[in-house]
């Protein structure tokens, strides 16, 4: 289906492919897209959290001020796609296709759940993504730009280059991760310190190393 019928949710159902399509303010709570194909696609302030995207294969789509909280994604190949402004809690991107290509902007990720990708080069800016997971993901020269990941947990990924110098309450265990070249900023590099133990000057001469780790939140 072209961009001249913008699809209904009938048709979303129904057809298997759709190209320059404006996908527009439909209600797909619940719903189950199995096998579809999107090509330069665009959904816009669609509510479909709890949804089931199965085999779907987005090729350069934007998904803009949505509510896909708690979506599924099992084996769908995403390339090119861009979330912005969008609600995106509690979606394990796990299952997806391999090397998939994403961007985030604005997106709300909390305690989303990325296991085992290769999201080289990909940007999180300004998200929130308090308490997700990133284990065993490939994140070099990923982009965290001004991005909350208070409670956020990296597990053996690879973050060189990665750009944490602005993103806030971040916390990235050397000795979990590859690190090499990352850029992080002062506050993070504090943390760092003294979770092994060292003494910042100008920092920890005023306050105890449990109240700089309070100020963070939970140590780890």
Known sequence: MSSASPPSIDDLLRDASFQDATVSRL???????????????????????????????????????????????????????????????????????????????????????????????????????????????????SDFTDTDLAGANFDDCDLSKANLATARNAFVSPAKNRVKNARVSVETAVLLALFHGMKVAGYTDTRSDDEAFSARGKRR
């Open 27 to 141: 209600d797909l709570r619940g719903a189950e897209l199995t096998d579809k194909e999107f090509t330069h696609c665009v959904f816009r302030g669609l509510r479909a959290d709890a949804s089931t995207w199965k085999r779907v294969r987005l090729e350069d789509c934007v998904f803009e001020d949505c509510d896909l909280t708690r979506a599924q994604f099992p084996l769908a190949r995403l390339h090119g796609v861009s979330f912005r402004r969008s609600k995106l809690m509690g979606v394990d991107w796990s299952s997806l296709g391999s090397n998939p290509s994403l961007g985030f902007e604005e997106c709300d990720l909390r305690y989303a759940s990325f296991v085992k990708l290769n999201l080289r080069k990909t940007p999180f800016r300004s998200c929130k993504a308090l308490e997700s997971a990133f284990i065993a993901c490939h994140l070099g020269e």
